[in-house]
């Protein structure tokens, strides 16, 4: 599974907008990139995922740039309670069942 | 959406005493699920792999007499910590992958943990 690179920690201010960077220079063409966010003290929770078109669910947006090298997850109005360490997690499509690899995640801190 | 169910979700336990963590999936099947150890400001790590009627397998560094695993259903997998010490002190997680195929295949439902303090 691709290498992922994210800030270490971000601010947003509640109602606006929260831009979460990821950078995946090495991902291959079969990878796909997937986001987690994990509360203090909970589980992690599933996001978002997506191969190369931008994607949008009920939670989140994802853009996916055109070289696939990076992405951006995005919280269009951002609440206290989004506020969490995001991971984003690149890899392939396993026929079997295999963990996640958690790296250290962007501590998105969303202020009042 | 897929439930996984992990309890208790606070234990404290004196050293040299066991205990129990089970993890659940509450409507769905998992014939494979996974342990995670958290410490303090740091990221997940996996602990071990529990495969439904089966020898579990265990990360690197991992001791499996004392992180004992039993998958003995399709909804259920428990570690047991043996002998736990205040090094053992830890916040446990499960996970269970979805039955989907594809790329859905890689969503996991994750507990919402237990929180180990071994005095």
């Known amino acids: 599974d691709a290498k992922t690179t994210q800030p270490p920690s971000m601010d947003c201010a509640e109602g606006r907008a929260a831009n979460l960077p990821c950078n995946h220079s090495t991902i291959s063409g079969n990878e796909y990139v997937y986001w987690y966010r994990q509360i203090h003290s909970q589980g992690p929770q599933y996001i978002i995922h997506g191969l190369k078109n931008n994607e949008t669910n009920e939670m989140a947006s994802l853009i996916i740039t055109e070289d696939r090298k990076s992405s951006t997850l995005i919280l269009p109005h951002a609440t206290l309670r989004d506020t969490a360490v995001y991971y984003c997690?690149?890899?392939?499509?396993?026929?079997?069942?295999?963990?996640?690899?958690f790296g250290s995640g962007t501590r998105l801190q969303v202020q009042p | 959406g897929a439930v996984v169910s992990q309890h208790p979700s606070w234990v404290i336990c004196k050293s040299g005493t066991s205990v129990k963590i089970e993890c659940r999936s509450l409507?769905?099947?998992?014939?494979?699920m996974f342990w995670y150890r958290q410490f303090p400001k740091q990221s997940l790590m996996l602990m071990a792999t529990s495969n439904e009627g089966s020898k579990a397998t265990y990360e690197q560094g991992v001791e499996k007499d004392k992180f004992l695993i039993n998958h003995a259903s399709l909804t259920l997998s428990t570690l047991t910590v043996t002998s736990a010490h205040p090094e053992d002190s830890s916040f446990y997680i499960c996970?269970?992958?979805?039955?989907?195929?594809?790329?859905?295949?890689?969503?996991?439902?994750f507990g919402a943990g237990t929180r180990l303090s071994v005095l």
């Open positions: 409507d769905f099947q998992a014939t494979t």
């Open positions: 997690i690149v890899r392939f499509v396993y026929t079997g069942r295999r963990a996640l690899t």
């Open positions: 996970s269970a992958p979805g039955l989907a195929g594809g790329p859905e295949g890689n969503i996991q439902y």
